[in-house]
């Protein structure tokens, strides 16, 4: 009995032995590792690793990584470089102002105060031309013509020695005047806008955005005479 048990330990370890030295095959049906490495393509280019090389070796270069893409730049809004808008009087000049204030463009904003005539009425006349004599000259043609309406001006003005033809309120009925005297064969008329001289507010925008140029026209609409156009 004690033989027996003896060759059976025997025939165990043997079996141990030639299964951990791969003789006997891996279990799952693998071959041993030299059958292996016989089966790889181009196997006489393998090269054994050590395990620090096999880690290095599967972490990607930083080199090789693909740059990440730029992220596109916010287009830049289109900008209209200057406007300006003009004349307001005083009271006109506040209201609008207190419009401008909703669109915060401080800085991009400036007034200022340009010279202006308001108009009252508008003359029909003949520019002066050599002095009084030329005046007498102007006068013996209008009587030959059959114009019998004119002043001669005199005083210290610039038009001393013109010759007034009327003073009309509107431009329109100037206009009709001087269209008339012309087909009487009355050479030279013009028509003169009078009223007094001051001052008026106008204003200039810089750097407006589309919108913001949207904006400012619609407030200007609102304010009748009010030009809005490009900076001169």
């Not at 916010?74 to 009271?91: E, F, K």
């Not at 050479?187 to 204003?203: D, E, I, K």
């Amino acid at each position: 009995m004690l033989r027996f048990v003896f060759w059976a330990l025997l025939a165990a370890n043997a079996l141990l032995f030639a299964y951990g030295q791969g003789y006997l095959g891996q279990a799952g049906g693998g071959e041993r590792e030299p059958q292996r490495l016989k089966n790889q393509l181009a196997a006489e280019r393998l090269v054994m690793l050590t395990a620090a090389e096999a880690r290095s070796s599967a972490l990607p270069s930083v080199a090789a990584l693909p740059a990440e893409p730029a992220a596109p730049a916010a287009p830049a809004p289109d900008i209209v470089a200057c406007m300006q808008a003009g004349a307001l009087a005083a009271g006109d000049a506040r209201r609008f102002e207190s419009r401008l204030a909703r669109l915060e463009l401080g800085t991009r904003l400036s007034r200022t105060s340009v010279p202006f005539q308001e108009v009252t009425s508008h003359l029909v006349y003949l520019p002066p031309s050599g002095g009084k004599e030329g005046a007498d000259r102007r006068v013996a043609e209008l009587k030959e013509r059959g114009v019998t309406n004119f002043f001669v001006m005199q005083g210290e003005s610039p038009i001393k020695w013109a010759i007034s033809l009327g003073v009309f309120k509107s431009d329109a009925a100037a206009q009709n005047l001087a269209a008339a005297l012309g087909r009487q064969g009355v050479r030279g008329v013009r028509v003169l806008p009078r009223g007094p001289q001051g001052t008026r507010a106008s204003w200039k925008f810089r750097d407006l955005t589309l919108e913001e140029r949207r904006r400012l026209a619609g407030i200007a609409d609102d304010f009748k005479g009010l030009q809005l156009r490009a900076c001169d």
